[in-house]
């Protein structure tokens, strides 16, 4: 089998996750990572972030962005992009993890789809959505920034996700938010046994 035709074969699946802040994407990943921890084929991403992680509200690795920019220069990504004026990279053992075929996981920037695919041709993209009024809610709840911010932020966000060839579903995180990680742990696992 020629090598390409081999490679094409071991690749695995990249599960993107988006929606906007304050939607529950970081707790809906931490149930879900609970629920498939005995799966060997499913890989959790931590992204680095130029921006503090506080941990009750979000999952990521931070840099100072002059320590991102260093290690972006060293090669240790595999994907960057930058959003709301921050820098956003996912590690470099991300393409390995899925060149070897597993499924690999990650809550990433809709802006990011389009070069995520070109990197990742197996992609899904499950959109985490909830009505405005909560996310508002929640987003001011943070008291991370201000009311015109947050504002600003929702609108940025209500954009419809850019058209592209992957699988997507939107998951619907306003009501029980079991219910929402059921779908998102289904979801990665159709994604892990998909051709």
């Excluded at 920034?145 to 850019?162: D, G, H, I, Q, T």
Aim: aromatic share 4%.
């Amino acid at each position: 089998m020629p090598p390409a035709a081999d490679h094409a074969a071991r690749a695995g699946a990249f599960v993107a996750v988006v929606g906007p802040s304050g939607a529950g994407k970081d707790t809906l990943l931490g149930v879900a990572q609970e629920a498939l921890a005995g799966d060997p084929g499913v890989v959790f991403v931590r992204r680095v972030v130029t921006r503090p992680s506080v941990p009750s509200l979000e999952d990521h690795d931070s840099l100072s962005t002059e320590e991102f920019l260093a290690a972006q220069a060293a090669g240790r990504f595999c994907l960057t992009w930058e959003a709301h004026g921050l820098h956003y990279g996912l590690p470099r053992e991300v393409a390995a993890a899925y060149e070897d075929g597993l499924t690999v996981v990650g809550n990433v920037s809709r802006a990011a789809l389009d070069a995520i695919a070109l990197r990742f041709p197996k992609l899904h993209v499950a959109e985490i959505t909830a009505p405005r009024n909560i996310l508002l809610r929640r987003l001011v709840g943070r008291d991370r920034e201000s009311r015109a911010a947050v504002e600003a932020r929702l609108a940025r966000s209500a954009m419809p996700l850019p058209a592209g060839g992957w699988h997507s579903r939107t998951i619907d995180n306003s009501g029980p938010m079991q219910e929402a990680a059921s779908a998102l742990v289904g979801m990665i696992e159709a994604a892990r046994h998909s051709p």
